[in-house]
């Protein structure tokens, strides 16, 4: 069974960071390309950015790019955000999803929530 | 950037009742068009990919259809557990964009 797992939100001030994780399991993660995706509290979905399977491409939404990397290391089979210079309107859920061999997200995690608040 | 349009909004339909739910690609998205279920205080999942292929799993009375720049979602005989949030999501090219929403309720 696919299974992802994030970890690592929480409460942060604005102008700090924070780094995101997803564990992997159920499927070869080393195989896939991951994504992460957002959803700000009572919002829609927003893809945030896109690592190929040996993390030779890498893309990002305009709206964090310069901001947040995404980063993966197969050998742990664990996905990454890290996140700086957060904003408020980077509170979001952010869940970490995988992308199918056609490109769709066919897998998706619960999600961890990210609070950028004084 | 391809912005996706759907509509209505919030669709409020009974049950046993055929739905459709729209999506408009800004520019041609050639069929890679997704539509993603979310119920609430769940994560999305994947109902439909490529316009018409439905995902492993999902009931019968859910199909696509579309092209060029128009989509849509069909439920034939809608069901209470229907209730939810459908997005649609266009993997054609980056950045990759979903739409708003539409909210489907029971009358």
């Known amino acids: 069974e696919v299974q992802l797992v994030e970890s690592g939100g929480g409460l942060v001030q604005p102008g700090r960071s924070l780094k995101l994780s997803c564990v992997a399991s159920?499927?070869?993660?080393?195989?896939?390309?991951m994504n992460w995706i957002r959803q700000a509290p009572g919002k829609g979905l927003e893809w945030v950015a896109y690592?190929?399977?040996?993390?030779?491409?890498?893309y990002y939404a305009e709206t964090v790019k310069g901001r947040f990397t995404i980063s993966r290391d197969n050998a742990k089979n664990t996905l990454y955000l890290q996140m700086t210079s957060l904003r408020s309107e980077d509170t979001a859920l952010y869940y970490c999803?995988?992308?199918?061999?056609?490109?769709?997200?066919?897998?998706w995690g619960q999600g961890v929530m990210v609070t950028v608040s004084s | 950037d391809i912005q996706m349009t759907q509509s209505p909004s919030v669709l409020s339909a009974s049950v046993g009742d055929r739905v459709t739910l729209n999506c408009k690609a800004s520019?041609?998205?050639?069929?890679?068009l997704n539509w993603y279920q979310q119920k609430l205080g769940e994560a999305p999942k994947l109902l439909i990919y490529?316009?018409?292929n439905l995902q492993t799993g999902i009931p019968s009375r859910f199909s696509g259809s579309g092209s060029g720049t128009d989509y849509t979602l069909t439920i034939s005989s809608l069901q209470p557990e229907d209730v939810a949030t459908y997005f649609c999501?266009?993997?054609?090219?980056?950045?990759?964009?979903f739409g708003s929403g539409t909210k489907l309720e029971i009358k």
């Open positions: 999803a995988r992308s199918s061999w056609e490109g769709y997200f066919d897998y």
């Open positions: 159920g499927f070869t993660f080393s195989n896939y390309g």
């Open positions: 690592i190929s399977s040996g993390s030779s491409y890498i």
């Open positions: 520019q041609n998205i050639n069929k890679y």
């Open positions: 490529n316009t018409n």
């Open positions: 999501f266009q993997h054609n090219s980056w950045p990759l964009t």
